[in-house]
T-cell receptor, first 113, second 112 residues
């Protein structure tokens, strides 16, 4: 069964600190992995998209890694800001019939002053 | 502002009814995606259209249907509504299937 798991479920950090969010998946065949940031009640915003051959991709203070062998990804946030408080969602798409997107449950990040 | 528009913002209706949600993609985007986000199931992919043709189908119920029109806007039709259909429905668009998706603000559907 295609699944995406994320850990931790929630995380509280102080402003200025770094953090790393984890994503494990069993989706097959693999097409790409995306990280989204979602503020409560708003549409997700794309952070990174990685294909099978990409190990690392950065977007400002966000850096995503992908290990296709172990089917793991991480999202590292550097020098956190209050505006980073949001849910971070890992999405893996399979290559069956176009793309089918499997969403993780998200990690709820709270950045405190 | 992502450039994707969705109407209406809020919709309140009764069980058994039928509603239509509308999405206008960003200018130049050919792909449109529909997603459902409920409290107990998180975000789920429903269906994708590319330039008017169905491209991929996810966990879309048979009571739900969608289409993409020649001007590339899309509609999601939900019929025989049940309490469990209450959710946020998001539309997203992208240039091609493998590109970054831009999400709209969503339509909040409440079924009473």
């Amino acid at each position: 069964k295609n699944q995406v798991e994320q850990s931790p479920q929630s995380l509280i950090i102080l402003e200025g600190k770094n953090c790393t969010l984890q994503c494990n998946y069993t989706v097959s065949p693999f097409s790409n992995l995306r990280w989204y940031k979602q503020d409560t009640g708003r549409g997700p915003v794309s952070l990174t998209i990685m294909t099978f051959s990409e190990n690392t991709k950065s977007n400002g203070r966000y850096t995503a890694t992908l290990d296709a062998d172990t089917k793991q990804s991480s999202l590292h946030i550097t020098a956190s800001q209050l505006s980073d408080s949001a849910s971070y969602i890992c999405v893996v798409s399979s290559a069956n019939y176009g793309q089918n997107f499997v969403f993780g449950p998200g990690t709820r990040l709270s950045v405190l002053p | 502002d992502s450039g994707v528009t969705q109407t209406p913002k809020h919709l309140i209706t009764a069980t058994g009814q039928r509603v239509t949600l509308r999405c206008s993609p960003r200018s130049g985007d050919l792909s449109v995606y529909w997603y459902q986000q409920s409290l107990d199931q998180g975000l789920q992919f429903l269906i994708q259209y590319y330039n008017g043709e169905e491209r991929a189908k996810g966990n879309i119920l048979e009571r739900f249907s969608a289409q993409q029109f020649p001007d590339l806007h899309s509609e999601l039709n939900l019929s025989s509504l049940e309490l469990g259909d209450s959710a946020l429905y998001f539309c997203a668009s992208s240039v091609q299937s493998y590109n970054e998706q831009f999400f709209g603000p969503g339509t909040r559907l409440t079924v009473l």
